[in-house]
């Protein structure tokens, strides 16, 4: 057989046999014929005119960058000897290339580390389409594999990954404003995903609205059955707000004596709304249902970890969890960890790593700020409404009875003889709770509606009725 010859087409060698047919050989092949001079075949050339075969490979890595639109992307870089030079899928799939006038082996581990990093995600080199895929090779870099994350100092918009368009939520009777249209765009595609999020809009931006947009149209994606866990306080609201702006939902108020404790009882509803408290007393019931998403309103109701609240929602079975508060961090880093933690379980490992990785100052909230941009939404007033008047306060002042001072003052005594140094403390929030109405003191109705009546009465009621002020957990 004659000799064959080499043939260079753009970043390929070929080698072509002695009767014209062309194939591209294996890296070994080229390395054995180039390099060391032993072609597997008599018939292979060991020289090729103008190209100068590197014996070291290229390394290649996955970079997570930054493109010129804001938009996170992909990209694959190979380094030898201080070199870097920009590789292609293909590249890595082939196995070496050509660059000028040098053909360059890549390294087969690495190649395949990082084909497989992409093929995992389900990710392709340039933009970022996929959240949920960027989140994986983010992560895979943090555990030390091929990955160069360019943005882990930077903030990014979790608008970003969101699409654009011109469309409005089926169903609902309302007109959002811009912001809230790219708020439950944003909501939709999280749940396309597969994913949950934080929506942290400052108060007045209509986070109600637009949780109740993304209930209503999800895309293909259907979130009935859907818990929403809420403040006692607000769970009428809730009920009253989608009846109003979506009213072809069923939705259930599972809340107060009269509730239900058969599952099937909630089936038939598209919604079920029920209170923090409810979650912890009904965990077993909740949890007999796989809710396709479950929505955690006023979500700092959670950021103790150790909160028996925290531990029952975090307990109940869901595809999908969205938190919705305006005060992701009230106390110190750790509350945000309790939220993402029931959003995201694992994003950021357990308690006592993020403790110990992410100090409870500024330049741990300065760190931890990247990696949570991705996953919460939160606009500012002044940012995006700046369409809507001011808010005008008018402070009101309301006279209390005279039976209602005498209660009024009787429960202050009653705290400053219980708890002595602590009462001021102890009053602020007592005190506010009695004068929203003393059925929230925790006594019967019957029992608040007498000592509403008849002050003089009031720790007779408190005790005939259990009333007495409760501590409860948070």
């Known amino acids: 057989m004659g000799e064959g010859a080499w043939n260079i087409r753009g970043k390929e060698l070929w080698l072509i046999d002695s009767e ?14 180039l390099i060391e001079k032993k072609p597997t075949e008599a018939w292979i050339p060991s020289h090729i005119e103008g190209l100068r075969p590197s014996r ?24 030898v000897r201080s070199v870097s030079i920009e590789l292609q899928y293909d590249d890595l799939v082939r196995g070496h290339l050509i660059v000028g006038s040098t053909w360059f082996p890549i390294d087969p581990i690495l190649a395949e580390e990082v084909l497989g990093l992409l093929r ?10 996929s959240l949920k895929a960027f989140l994986a090779v983010r992560k895979a870099g943090v555990l ?22 011109e469309d409005v939520p089926a169903g609902i009777s309302a007109t959002l404003y811009p912001y809230q249209l790219s708020g439950w765009r944003w909501l939709k595609f999280l ?19 637009q949780i109740i947009s993304a209930l209503s149209d999800c895309g293909g994606v259907s979130l009935r059955p859907a818990l929403i866990v809420a403040p006692g306080s607000l769970l009428e609201n809730w009920r009253r707000e989608i009846a109003k702006f979506a009213p072809h939902l069923r939705v259930l108020k599972h809340h107060g004596p009269l509730r239900t404790g058969r599952p099937v009882a909630l089936e038939p509803y598209d919604v079920v709304v029920t209170s923090y408290d409810s979650a912890v007393g009904d965990n077993s019931l909740l949890n007999m249902i796989h809710w396709k998403v479950i929505i955690l309103d006023e979500a700092q109701f959670i950021r103790n ?4 609240r925290t531990k029952a929602v975090k307990r109940l079975q869901r595809d999908a969890a969205l938190a919705v508060t305006g005060t992701p961090i ?19 490992g357990d308690k006592k790593s993020f403790e110990a990785y992410y100090t409870d100052d500024a330049d741990g909230a300065a760190a931890l700020e990247p990696l949570v941009s991705p996953l919460m939404l939160r606009r500012r007033v002044a940012d995006v409404a700046k369409d809507l008047p001011s808010r005008i306060d008018i402070p009101q002042i309301l ?3 005279d039976h209602e001072a005498a209660a009024y003052d009787a429960e202050r005594e009653r705290i400053n003889h219980e708890y002595g140094i602590a009462a001021t403390l102890v009053a602020l929030t007592s005190l506010r709770r009695f004068c929203a109405h003393p059925a929230l003191m925790g006594c019967s109705a019957a029992a608040a509606d007498d000592m509403w009546k008849d002050g003089s009465a009031y720790f007779p009621a408190l005790s005939m009725a259990g009333c007495r002020s409760r501590s409860v957990s948070r």
């Open 330 to 348: 009230e106390n110190r880093l750790l509350d945000l960890w309790s939220i993402i933690d029931f959003v995201l379980p694992g994003y950021f």
């Open 120 to 129: 995992d995600a389900n990710a392709e080199i340039g933009p970022a389409r």
């Open 399 to 401: 006279e209390l009875e």
């Open 56 to 79: 070291y490979p290229l390394a290649p890595i996955l970079n997570i960058i930054v493109n010129p639109e804001g938009q996170p992307s992909y990209n694959i870089s190979g380094t």
């Open 191 to 209: 749940m396309s995903e597969g994913l949950g999020g934080l929506l942290a809009d400052e108060m007045g931006l209509g986070k109600t609205l």
């Open 20 to 33: 014209g047919s062309g194939r591209i050989p294996s890296v070994d092949e080229i390395y054995r014929a």
């Open 305 to 308: 970890p150790d909160a028996r």
């Open 144 to 165: 030390g594999a091929a990955v160069k994350d360019q943005t882990s100092e930077a903030s990014l918009s979790p608008l970003a990954f969101a699409p654009t368009g």
